[in-house]
Every structure is written in C-alpha cells, then in structure tokens.
C-alpha cells in the first residue's frame, strides 16, 4: 500500500486508484477457482471499460454479464464483446427498438426473462415485425426448505421443474423470440462470506445453510436444464458468482460462471473462508482537520454500500495502518473522523485510504480511477462509467 501510495503522491485527493498487479492476480483466481469453465464478467462490478477490457484479455474470461440493456449497447458499440448477457429484465422501450433497429447488437446481446409479461412488453414495444430477440430464462436459485422460508435473492418467480419448463414452451411457442440461456444466481452461496468477522456462530449457520441449499440446487439445476434442452437448443448455462466458483463447477451442468467483485476485492468479499481476493480498488482522502491527538478527520467518505444498512456497509479505513472510524460518527458526507495510533502522525493535507464495502458501487463516487502499476512504478488515468456521462442505475 505504501507503494500506491507513492507513487500517487502528486495527486491531489479525493481520489480512487486501482492496484493493478492486485487485479490481475484477483482475475487469474477466479480463473483457477472456475476450473475450466469460462468466466463472464459482471460489469456492475466494475463500471470502467478499461478494466472490464483487461478482465477480457485473460485466458478464461469470456462475456459480459450487463447489468441493463443500455448499458449493454453502449459496450457492444464500443467494440468491447459480441456475446453480452443483461443479468436483469428490462422494461426500457427506447432500448429495446435500438436493439431490434440494429442487426448487429441484436445477434450479440441476449436479455432476461422470467414471466410472459416479459415477453409481453417486448411484443408491445417492438411490434411482430422484427428481428427474433434472443432470451435468457431465469430460475430461481434459492432455497425453500420449508412452506413460507425463502432463503436467497427475491428475483424470478421460476423455482420448480414444471415452471420452467413451462415458461420455456411459452418462448418457444411465441415468435420474434429465440431461448438462447438459463440463468440461476445463487445469492444466498455466491454473495454471503460463510465467516464474518467475530460472529463464529452467524457462520456456522451460514455454512450449514449453504451447503444444503447447494446439494438442493445442484439436483434441481440438473433437473432443469435437462428439461429446458428437450424444448430449445441452449447456447448457455450461466450459474453461481464469485463467492460460489468451485461450487457451481463441481456440479457439472453449467457452461459458464459469472464473476464481477472477484476482481475487485472489496471488503464485503473478506468474509469467506476458501478464498481471499487481494483489495485492488481503494480511495484516499484527505486530512482536513485534527481535532484531537488521536483524531484526523478526512474530507467526504460517507460511501454507504447498497443493501441491508449496517457495519458491513461502510467504507473501512485500509492505510495508514491501524485506523478505524468514529462508532458516534461513522462514515459522513463531508466528513470521516478517523481514530487510532496512527492518527497521532497524520498531518493536516495527508492522505487516509479506505476500502469500499461494495466493488462496482466506489465508480459511481469518482469519474476517473488511477491505474497503478507497481513493478513500473507507473499511473495513469482512465474514466469510469461516470467519467464517461454515463450512469446505468
């Protein structure tokens, strides 16, 4: 970290930068993890093209997994992949006729469905005159043990045998459509560090959890997709996430595995016990105050990741070591007091690296990340997606 922060030291803060011998060594472990099946990123958790181009340039990296329609014709015309996956169904009309208006981007990106109102809406805003859309059924991958428990993401309403395969007949039967994938993302595996920090029984709970609810998913993906191959010619099985790799691999029915925040390292990824990704995307900020001995208080950083509201949600002081944030004050928008031994030697302009909770979440603060290259001893600016005027979400 004392490298990075070096060879930044001409920067003026607030600033983000990206450690890229981090990256790249984060990229060839989900590699390995994935064992053999190709990896599609997940641009939400990256948001700058630079580095989802990177990610692409590695040997077993393959696709894009997008996070709207929008999004996914804008890298389509940008050159960066002709096989892209919208993770998330779509009800933007005005991108929806720019796909079907352009013969190219229709052949390459393929959009979610779960529902014939999915199909619907499509049929609503393009009309029967068009190009076949490619599709994606998505399942549900989470697990119901009991009559009213539902553990996992709260997404499509595909859960058993029969509804998928019957949704999958009522593609098939509609024109102007082509059932092209299967999707079913594992939340409750891929996105839940099986051992948080100071909760051992919080963890065993999770483990418990998630290895049944893997056996479950396993027979019931099989099942599936056995069923939905008597009905189309799939090109692709997408399954599982960066907390999930070796699991969704070992069952054997999927043809590829997402993976995004993997790449990044951020602090909500420290949390599992089988691996660990190096922080690769960071923030400095600077000491604007010193309103005691053992108190520097930074400029910004109240960066509050999305989902359930708590600890795990807030930014975490990475560098200098030994700092940790106010338990009455937290993260703030204009202000982050910073406590610790550390904090006796800051001086007023220093600088505090943080950690973002979330990976993709830190570009949308920055609108542009500072490649570092170590060994090189080398910056560079790149935009993220905010950078470029564009905001997905």
């Not at 580095?51 to 997008?66: E, N, S, T, W």
């Not at 691999?249 to 190096?278: H, N």
């Amino acid at each position: 970290m004392r490298r990075i922060d070096e060879i930044t030291r001409d920067l003026d803060p607030p600033l983000a930068a990206v450690d890229l011998a981090a990256f790249d060594h984060n990229a060839d472990d989900l590699v390995r993890r994935a064992a053999g099946y190709p990896i599609r990123i997940a641009t939400k958790s990256v948001r700058c093209r630079e580095l989802i181009r990177r990610a692409l340039d590695k040997p077993g990296c393959a696709g894009l997994m997008c996070y709207t329609l929008a999004e996914a014709l804008w890298l389509h015309a940008e050159g960066l992949g002709d096989d892209l996956l919208v993770a998330y169904p779509t009800a933007d009309r005005a991108a929806l006729r720019r796909l079907a208006a352009d013969p190219a981007a229709a052949a390459a990106i393929t959009i979610m469905v779960d529902s014939a109102e999915h199909l619907d809406l499509v049929d609503a805003a393009l009309g029967p005159n068009r190009p076949p859309i490619r599709v994606c059924a998505e399942v549900d991958a989470s697990w119901k043990p009991l009559p009213g428990v539902h553990l996992g993401t709260r997404r499509s309403p595909l859960h058993t045998r029969s509804q998928v395969r019957g949704f999958a007949e009522e593609v098939v039967r509609r024109e102007g459509f082509r059932l092209v994938g299967l999707m079913a993302y594992e939340g409750q595996i891929a996105g839940l560090g099986d051992a948080p920090a100071g909760r051992p029984l919080r963890g065993a709970a999770l483990r418990w959890i998630q290895r049944r609810s893997a056996a479950e998913l396993a027979e019931r993906r099989a099942a599936v997709v056995a069923d939905v191959r008597e009905v189309a010619e799939l090109e692709f099985v997408n399954g599982g996430g960066t907390g999930s790799l070796e699991r969704t691999a070992a069952e054997g029915v999927v043809s590829e595995i997402a993976a995004g925040s993997g790449l990044i390292g951020p602090t909500l990824f420290d949390a599992y016990r089988a691996f660990r990704p190096r922080p690769a995307a960071l923030f400095a900020l600077p000491v604007v105050h010193r309103p005691a001995k053992r108190i520097a208080t930074v400029f910004g950083g109240g960066y509050i990741a999305s989902g359930v509201a708590g600890a795990d949600r807030v930014p975490v002081p990475h560098w200098p070591e030994g700092l940790a944030l106010l338990g009455a004050e937290g993260a703030g928008e204009v202000q982050t007091p910073v406590t610790g031994a550390a904090a006796r030697h800051l001086a007023i302009g220093d600088r505090v690296w943080f950690r973002h909770a979330k990976a993709g979440e830190l570009a949308e603060r920055f609108e542009h990340y500072h490649l570092v290259d170590t060994a090189a001893s080398t910056v560079r600016q790149v935009p993220t997606y905010r950078g470029e005027g564009r905001s997905f979400g």
